[in-house]
């Protein structure tokens, strides 16, 4: 079943984070990065930050902080067995650091069809502002969305 065009648009409810130093520590780790900076805050420092800086895709995790992170999802009719991660970008303005308190406000960008209607794809923007209201990151992410019926 294709996806409603009337989506395109529509803002989802924002997610807030308090950017905590020891989860970008883990994060960092579980990435593999090595750079000092995103896990010692005299390495930071010396680099001219104020905290440990956020590391490029930390961002992304805002949003699956809150328990139904997928259920927007649900809430137009796709079957959550079926999605794929189809892409993500980043589009940094400012750098965020442990101690901000980081707000993304996500909205449904654009909503097509490929392959016949066998595939569906959802494009998703999100805003990260800190709370003072500056522009941290636009981001963009897109969910592939498989119909098998569609394709048959």
């Known amino acids: 079943m294709p996806l409603d065009q009337s989506v395109i648009g529509k803002q989802l409810p924002p997610s807030t984070l308090t950017v905590d130093a020891g989860r970008l520590r883990f994060f960092a780790a579980a990435i593999g990065e ?11 420092k010396a680099a001219g930050y104020s905290n440990l800086p956020v590391p490029p895709t930390f961002l992304f995790g805002i949003e699956l902080d ?12 796709v079957d959550l067995r079926r999605i794929l991660h189809g892409e993500q970008s980043f589009t940094y303005h400012a750098t965020a650091v442990a101690g901000d308190v980081l707000t993304a406000t996500p909205t449904i960008g654009n909503v097509y069809s490929k392959k016949g209607g066998a595939l569906d794809f959802i494009e998703k923007t999100s805003t990260v502002t800190r ?5 941290v990151a636009e981001l963009k992410s897109v969910i592939v969305v498989r119909n098998p019926e569609a394709a048959k």
């Open 131 to 135: 709370a003072d209201g500056t522009l």
């Open 34 to 44: 090595r750079n000092p900076i995103f896990t010692d805050l005299d390495a930071a």
């Open 66 to 77: 809150n328990p139904g992170s997928f259920s927007w999802l649900a809430d137009l009719g």
